[in-house]
């Protein structure tokens, strides 16, 4: 079977740095995907990664290891906003999008 | 760019009657369209997916004659939900993308639907 798995929920403080890890476990790999969702919208793209190594994007970035079927998406001084869900997807052989469960980041003062 | 309209955002109806849900890629051309539903504090769950001009794919357990989808041009895809119940009170929401094998989806904003 398919599986993503990724922490239910983790609490970081305002200004620090948090690390969501994904591990994955697909019929094939066509890329990973992070999407940060706040709580009654919908997702919004954060970043995608199909090569090995980090991509950085502001105060996000996002790591793969094909490899290890693993990724993480760190992000940098933690504001309030940053409160949400973030989800981690990948495109299996056919394309298709699998999704992981969501992981509630929870930013304290 | 890649913007995605859903359109209502939010819909109350009454029981047993229909509901119809658009989705409009605004600027570009989605080959593909998701529909996807979530409700509180759980995941995206896929319903269906819908391809331009042709029938669209259901997931296993969505009722196809209940959640009616036409995606009738590169920019337009409907969910039509029938006779709706109580228990289809959610949180869709409908996702495009312009069909290169390594596009991201982009999200529609949504449509919170409760039947009273």
């Known amino acids: 079977g398919q599986n993503i798995d990724q922490p239910t929920e983790m609490t970081a403080t305002e200004g620090a740095i948090v690390q969501i890890n994904c591990t994955y476990q697909t019929s094939g790999f066509n890329g990973l995907f992070w999407y940060q969702q706040h709580a009654g919208e919908a997702p919004t793209f954060l970043s995608y990664n199909v090569l090995d190594g980090l991509e950085e994007k502001g105060r996000f970035s996002s790591f793969l290891s094909r490899s290890k079927g693993y990724s993480y998406l760190l992000l940098k001084e933690l504001q309030m906003k940053d409160s949400a869900s973030y989800l981690c997807?990948?495109?299996?052989?056919?394309?298709?999008?699998?999704w992981g469960a969501g992981t509630k980041l929870i930013i304290k003062p | 760019g890649a913007v995605v309209s859903q359109h209502p955002s939010r819909v109350i109806c009454k029981s047993g009657t229909s509901v119809k849900i658009e989705c409009r890629s605004l600027d570009f051309q989605a080959t593909t369209m998701f529909w996807y539903r979530q409700f509180p504090k759980q995941s995206l769950m896929l319903m269906a997916t819908s391809n331009e001009g042709s029938k669209a794919t259901y997931e296993q357990g969505v009722e196809k004659d209940k959640f009616l989808i036409n995606h009738a041009s590169l920019t337009l895809s409907t969910l039509t939900v029938t006779s709706a119940h109580p228990e289809d009170s959610s949180f869709y929401i409908c996702?495009?993308?312009?069909?290169?094998?390594?596009?991201?989806?982009?999200f529609g904003n949504g449509t919170r639907l409760t039947v009273t």
């Open positions: 997807a990948v495109k299996d052989s056919n394309y298709q999008l699998i």
């Open positions: 996702s495009a993308t312009a069909g290169q094998e390594y596009s991201p989806l982009h």
